[in-house]
């Protein structure tokens, strides 16, 4: 969507609708949704283009708001420095779908892995905010503010499924740290290749068995779990195989699956885990058995 496509805010609105976004009106000149046609905020977003065309021959000067649907993130960046940081961290987000604030920020809008869902308060980004995702709003184009300073499109908004996805290492950033995942150790002395492999296919077997829309998380954070083991002599091509063909038999498709895997397998190089010497393996196997515990 570029500007020049669209001769009206209401044009614009409803190509916005026509790609897959809800829109909200804005009171003229400022962010907040306008109540007099909106009462209920964001509950009224909406695609339909009857609603879209009352609220714009109503009040002409109405700003656009837009909501991304659930699978859409919209990075919400606050300044032109932070966003050069991005990119240089982030080189594929050079390519995602983007708008320019008038303040000097960025909108970037992403597609999220299937099933994965982030909070809306999480803040791993200095700088950032994160929006859409069916919860938070952001103004659009052609909205102005006050001062005259408005929005501009960069890089066309394009239909949520077309959206670059959100970067592997980015998405990772943003995820809850995962904990390191004791309940699958297994009893097997030392840092023993025979004891490598267990514990690698017990990694294997909770991602295969993940249920759709915990996978991608589950995926992430057994593949740092197994990054973990690479110091202690497992093969991190066999990691990445082993863990790659789970989360394929679990559902994931096979690229965003490896871009997973090797993301994690890096990261957890930088925490070895530590495994249990024998007397705490032998502790832990009889929780287990007492039902203390679950392997």
Not at 120 to 125: G, K, N, Q, W
Not at 261 to 272: C, D, F, T
């Amino acid at each position: 969507m570029y500007q020049s496509k669209h001769s009206t805010v209401l044009d614009s609105a409803q190509a916005y609708a026509v790609l897959g976004y809800r829109v909200l009106p804005l009171v003229p000149g400022e962010k907040r949704p306008y109540s007099r046609l909106a009462p209920r905020g964001l509950r009224d977003a909406t695609r339909d283009s009857a609603t879209l065309e009352a609220w714009w021959r109503t009040c002409p000067e109405c700003g656009v708001g837009l909501l991304a649907p659930e699978e859409v993130l919209v990075l919400d960046v606050d300044a032109f420095g932070v966003w050069e940081a991005l990119r240089r961290d982030f080189p594929e987000l050079d390519r995602a779908s983007r708008q320019r604030t008038p303040r000097g920020g960025v909108h970037v809008f992403l597609r999220l892995p299937e099933g994965v869902r982030l909070s809306a308060s999480t803040r791993a980004l200095e700088g950032v905010d994160l929006r859409g995702m069916g919860r938070a709003y952001v103004v659009a184009y052609p909205t102005r503010l006050r001062d005259g300073w408005g929005y501009a499109w960069e890089v066309p908004l394009v239909e949520p499924e077309g959206l670059s996805p959100v970067p592997p290492s980015l998405l990772a950033r943003l995820l809850p740290p995962p904990p390191p995942p004791r309940e699958v150790w297994t009893p097997v002395e030392g840092a023993s290749p025979k004891r490598l492999r267990a514990l690698l296919e017990a990694y294997a077997a909770q991602v295969a068995r993940t249920p759709e829309g915990q996978r991608h998380n589950t995926l992430i954070r057994y593949a740092v779990a197994a990054g973990g083991l690479l110091l202690h002599g497992l093969d991190p091509r066999e990691a990445e195989e082993v863990l790659v063909g789970a989360a394929m038999s679990a559902g994931l498709p096979e690229k965003e699956a490896r871009d997973a895997v090797r993301w994690g397998l890096e990261k957890g190089k930088e925490r070895p885990l530590e495994l249990p010497q024998p007397r705490a393996i032998w502790a832990f196997k009889r929780r287990v058995r007492k039902g203390v515990c679950r392997g």
